[in-house]
C-alpha cells in the first residue's frame, strides 16, 4: 500500500467520496485488496491468467476511482496505454499508406479505455481542481511531450517544421487529443485563480521536447492567448531571477539558456504566438516594462528589464514587435524613471547594459530608422528654448550620446569585417539595422544637410557606412541625394567628403552616380527646383581646384562629358531656369575628343536657340553661360565651328530675333488679321491662270508694292528695343561670333595677340550664309563682277537685297566681321552688287539736296566702301573716299561709286588674287598686280578739285 500513497508534499487527496459514486458503488475491503494486487501484478486473482492492456488498464481506473492516493502510481500505469494506442494509430496510418486498405493494424481497441479514462480525470479535476488539476495538468502536458518526441522520427510523422500538418496528425489521434482536451480543462479551470502550476508544467515539458512539442503550445496559446503570454512571461521572469542570470549573460544566449532552462521555451512559446497574437504579446511586453519602472518592490522588479532585453537577445521577432513601440513611449518622463531605475547599478553592469542595447539596435530591422531619430534628438546638447518639462537629463543625454557613438563603432566593425562572400563561402553576416535603413536614405541625406551640431557628423558617418554595405545602390543614392538637395558650399563639401571616403574602396562610384542622376532627370523623378540645383552643384564641383587627378573635381568632368548629349536635350526645356542651368554645366564641363556627328548637331541647335532666348530675356547670366558654352562647342572640330556659325547667323536674321539688334520685329497674331483683308498673293493669281511663269532675273518682273484701288503696302510696325539694349545685344552676338571663328580644335591655345582674329575658313562660312539667307536662288559662283548695264536684269534682286539690309542693321557687322578675316568677302560678291547698284540708283535720281537728307544710304553707303577697303577688295586710295561722302552732293556720291563699280568691274573680288603669308598668318592682297588704280581716280580727284575749300586738307589721302 506504500507503493500507492501520495509521495510527501503532494496535493491532499480531495473529498473521501467517490467521484463516479452513481455509476459505480464503492467496493469492500476484500474487493478493493483484489484489485490492488491484480494491478500490480498484472494478473486476474480469480482465474490466474495475465491480464490483457485493457483489463489493466480497467483495474487502474477502478483502483483510482476508489483509492484516489494511489493517483501517482495509476496514472503512470495509464501512460502505456496512451503510448500503446498512439503506436497502433501510427502503425494503422502507415499500412494505409503502404496500400493495405483501411485495415486497422493489430491491437487492442482502446477508445472506450482513453474514454473512461478522460471521463474519471475530468470528474476529480471538475470536483477539486485545486487539488487535482495541477498533478493532472503535469501529467498530461508531460505525457504530450514524450509521446510528440518518441515517435517524431516515424514514417508518417511530418517534420517538427511543418506544425499545421504536425498539429492536424495529433489532433487526429483520439489519445493525443484526450490529453489536450484534459490539459485545457485543467487550466480553464485554475485560470481564473492560480494558472502558474499549468503555465509551469507547459514550460517545463516544452524545454524538454521542443520541437517537437512545439504544436501543443501552438494549440494551447491559441486557445488561451492572453492567458498564456502573460503567465508564460510571468513564469520566465520568475525562472530569471532565481538562476541569477546577470546582465553580462546576455551577449551570450547560449550560455543564458544552460542558466535559465525555461528562457528558451518563453522565447519559443511567444514565437509560435507572434503570427496571430503580435498585438498581444507587444502590450504584455511594454506593460511589463513599465511596471518595473515604479518604485522598487522586489527582485523581479529589478530583474525585469534585463529579462526583456535577454528575450530580445534570444528572439529578433520579439525584437521587432516591440521596438518601435517602445521607442514612442520613451518620453521624458520615462527616461527620467529608466535613469533613477539604473542609477545604483555598478559602472560595470551599466557598461554591459549599454552593450546589450548597442548590440541589439544593430539586430533591428522594424522601426530602425525611427530608434535612430530618437537616439539622435535625445543626444543633441540642451536648447535654450526647449520647452519646460520637455528636457531629458543630463545623465541620459550622456548615455545617448555614448550609445550613438558605440552604435556607429560597432557597425563600422560589422560592415568592415564582412568581406566578400566567395561561390564556396556562406553570405556575409547581415545587419538588419543597416538593412532598414536602405529606405530612408533621403531622409538620411536631408537630416545631414540640416548642419546641426553632431547630428550631421553622426548621421554623416552612418551614411558612409550604409553605402559600403549597400553597395552600390544606397552609395549611389547617398551621393545622388546630397548633389541635388545641397544648397550652399558648405552642404556641398558633405557629398564631396563622403566621395573621397567611398572612392577608396569602390570602382566606377562617380560614372554610377552620374548614370543615376541623368536617369532620375529624364524619367521625372526630380523637379524642376531640384534639378536646377543638382546642375549648379555639379557645376561648381567640376570648378573647383581638385587635389590631383583623382579628386573628385577632376573625374566629374570627365564623367559629365560622358552624357553631354543626354545634358545638351535639357537646353530646351520649358523652364527657362532649368534650361538657363543646363547651360551653366555643359559649358564648364570638358568635352569629349570624340563625339558623334548626330549628337553634336543637336547640342549646337538647342544652344544656339538658348542663347537666343536669354537675348530675349535679357538675362545676363544665361548670356554668360550659353556664350561660354557655344565658344567651346566651337572647338571641338571645324564641322562643329560652322555648324555654330551657320545657326548664330541664320537666327539673328530670323524675324523673331531681328528686333534683338534693330531690326524689323515679326508681326503678330492680330496684325496678320488686320492685314488679311490686303494681303494678295500675285502667285497665287498667277496659278489660278495657270501662267506662273517664272520672271525672276528678267526685265518683265514684278513687284507688288500693293494692291490697285488700296494704295500701297501697309508697313510693318516697328517694335524696336531700347537703343542700349539692342547696342548691348549687338556687342554679345558679335562678341560670341569672334570667340567661334577663331577656329582651331578642342584644347588649341589662343592665337597669338598679331595675328588676325578671324578664321578665314570662319569668315567664309558666314558669308556663305549670308548669301543664302538673303539671296538663297544665288549660287557661290557668281564671283566675277558684271558691267553697270547688267544691274538692270537684277533690279528686283537688288532692291531685296538692299531692303533686308536696311531692315537688318546687324548684316552691315556681319559683313565687317566676314571682311576682317581675308579673302572671305569675295564670297559676298552678290551682296556687295545688289547693294552698291541700289544706292547707285538712289543718288543718281536725288537731284536736289544734299547726302545727309538721306541718312541712311549715306551711312550704307560709307559702311559699304569702308567694309570694301577692310577686305582688301579695293585699294587704299579708293576705300578711303567714303570720309568725304557726308561733304558731297548726291550726284557726286554716285559718281564716285561708280568708280568703285568700274574698278571692281576691272578686278572681280577673287580669292586667287590673295596669297598667303605664313609669318602674320593671314592672307594679302597685292594690288600692285592690278591694272594701274590713277585711272579710277579722276573723278576722286575732280570732285576734290571741286571742292578745294572745304576738302583741301583730306587731298592727300587720295594720292597714289
Known sequence: MSALCDPPGAAPSGPPQNPAHGAHPPLSSQELAQEIKAFLSGVDPVHGNKLTIKEHARCAILLLRSLPPARSAVLDHLRNVFDEYVCTYLLELESSEGGLGARRAQGPNLDDVVQEIQNVLSEFVRMNPKAWAPVVSAWSIDLMGQLSSKYAGRHGVPHASSLNELLQLWMSCKATRTLMDIYTQCLSSMISTCPDACVDALLDTSVQHSPHFDWVVAHIGSSFPNTIISRVLSCGLKDFCVHGAAPVDLLFPTAADKRVPKIASVVGILGHLASRHSDSIKQELLRMFHESLGPVRDQQQKATVPFLLQLAVMSPMLLGTISSELVDSLKPSVLSQLHQHFAALPREDLENMVSIVVHLICQTSAGAYRILQFLVNTAMPASVITTPGLAVHDSVREACDRIIQLLLLNLQKLVYNRGSASLGDAPPRAVPFLDELKGHVRELCVETLRLERKRFLWQHQLLGL??????????????????????????????????????????????????????????????????????????????????????????????????????????????????????????????????????????????????????????????????????RLSGASPAAMKAILQQLVEGALHPGNAELFGGLAELSAGDDASLEGTRISLLDINRRFTTAVNFSGSVWSVFHAGVIGRGLKPPQPARRQEPEEIVHNVQNFLSLLLRCCRGGRYGAPEPPAHTVAVNPEAAKAVAVVLVESICPDVTNSELGWPPEEHTRSTVERDIQICRRFRDNPLLFQLLRLVAAGPPALCYCSVLLRGLLATLMAHWEASRHGDTTSSPWHLHASCALVACMAEGSLLPPVLGNMHEIFHQLAPFEVHLLLLSVWDYMRDNSPLPQKFTFQADKGLFFRDFSRDCDVGKYLCVLHSVLHKNIDRLGLLSGRFQT
Not at 508 to 531: F, N, R, W, Y
Not at 585 to 606: D, Q, Y
Request: hydrophobic share 45%; net charge neutral; glycine share 4%.
Open 466 to 631: 550604409l553605402s559600403v554595405y549597400c553597395t552600390p545602390s544606397c552609395t549611389t543614392d547617398a551621393l545622388f541625394y546630397l548633389l541635388t538637395l545641397s544648397r550652399s558650399q558648405e552642404e556641398l563639401g558633405l557629398a564631396t567628403q563622403l566621395y573621397a571616403v567611398l572612392s577608396s574602396c569602390m570602382s566606377d562610384l562617380l560614372p554610377a552616380t552620374v548614370k543615376k542622376c541623368v536617369c532620375q532627370i529624364h524619367m521625372g523623378g526630380l523637379s524642376e527646383q531640384h534639378m536646377v540645383q543638382l546642375f549648379h552643384n555639379l557645376a561648381l564641383i567640376v570648378q573647383w581646384e581638385g587635389e590631383g587627378p583623382a579628386s573628385m573635381s577632376a573625374q566629374l568632368g570627365a564623367v559629365l562629358s560622358l552624357h553631354l548629349y543626354d545634358l545638351g536635350q535639357l537646353l530646351l526645356h520649358r523652364n527657362p531656369e532649368v534650361a538657363e542651368a543646363a547651360s551653366l554645366l555643359l559649358s564648364v564641363c570638358p568635352l569629349p575628343r570624340t563625339i558623334r556627328p548626330a549628337h553634336l548637331l543637336v547640342i549646337i541647335r538647342s544652344a544656339v536657340h538658348q542663347f537666343f532666348l536669354v537675348l530675349h530675356r535679357q538675362c545676363p547670366t544665361g548670356i554668360s553661360y550659353s556664350t561660354r558654352l557655344l565658344s
